[in-house]
């Protein structure tokens, strides 16, 4: 099993371009989610998915997208980089009512 | 509102002694209190959480309802404990989403 792959690990964007990053998981998980990791913020929840066709905002959903299509997959839509954009993002996974499983990261940064 | 607090971004201690990183939330339901790890060069994964009251690596965490504490402890760190630590809260039922504190570094010193 791969787990919770995410795609690209490192992208740098140039403020106002638009971007997707991708996230699949292959373990059949209903809930899905993102989060942003800043220095001294910690882990910030963006959105999530308790399953296919719902998703929901999290802490801070202002300029990211999302869409759940499949089980599998949660992509992150980034519609105008800004520099306050600028993170680690992680996506995670898990069965409804047990511990999530992250993906390794993407490091994003906008100039 | 809900949130978790994790008061100490960095806790420095040597090998053998006791640590105990702090963590305080605010939720007016019934809390499912978690505790990740990050390892360097590792993905976050589950250290442990309340409702099974178990042990890992040596470490423990009780929840206290009355001072809305769930603490982590080990009575004597080792240096592969080194790590990023961050208490996280699951909202109510099955689909609810989970939020995390700031996190804590723990370095544990030769």
């Known amino acids: 099993n791969a787990g919770v792959t995410q795609t690209p690990k490192f992208q740098v964007l140039k403020t106002g371009q638009s971007m997707t990053l991708q996230c699949a998981q292959d373990?059949?998980?209903?809930?899905m989610s993102w989060y942003r990791q800043d220095p001294g913020m910690g882990l910030r929840l963006i959105h999530y998915?308790?399953?296919?066709?719902?998703?929901d905002q999290g802490e801070v959903p202002n300029g990211y997208n999302v869409s759940r299509s499949t089980t599998e997959d949660f992509p992150l839509r980034l519609l105008s980089a800004a520099p306050s954009q600028t993170s680690v993002y992680f996506c995670?996974?898990?069965?409804?009512?047990?511990?999530?499983?992250f993906g390794e990261g993407s490091r994003l940064t906008v100039l | 509102a809900q949130r978790v607090t994790q008061p100490e971004k960095l806790l420095s201690v040597f090998k053998g002694a006791p640590v105990e990183l702090k963590c305080n939330y605010s939720?007016?339901?019934?809390?499912?209190l978690f505790w990740y790890v990050q390892y360097s060069r590792q993905r976050l994964q589950l250290l442990l959480r309340?409702?099974s009251r178990e042990s890992i690596k040596g470490f423990t965490a009780d929840l206290n309802k009355g001072e809305t504490s769930f603490h982590l402890k080990k009575p004597f760190a080792q240096e592969e404990d080194s790590a990023m630590y961050y208490c996280?809260?699951?909202?109510?039922?099955?689909?609810?989403?989970?939020?995390f504190g700031q996190g804590t570094t723990l370095q544990v010193k030769p």
């Open positions: 995670a996974s898990r069965e409804l009512g047990r511990e999530l499983f």
């Open positions: 373990m059949n998980h209903e809930y």
């Open positions: 998915s308790v399953g296919a066709g719902i998703t």
């Open positions: 939720y007016s339901g019934s809390p499912e």
């Open positions: 309340h409702i």
């Open positions: 996280a809260l699951r909202f109510s039922g099955n689909t609810g989403k989970l939020i």
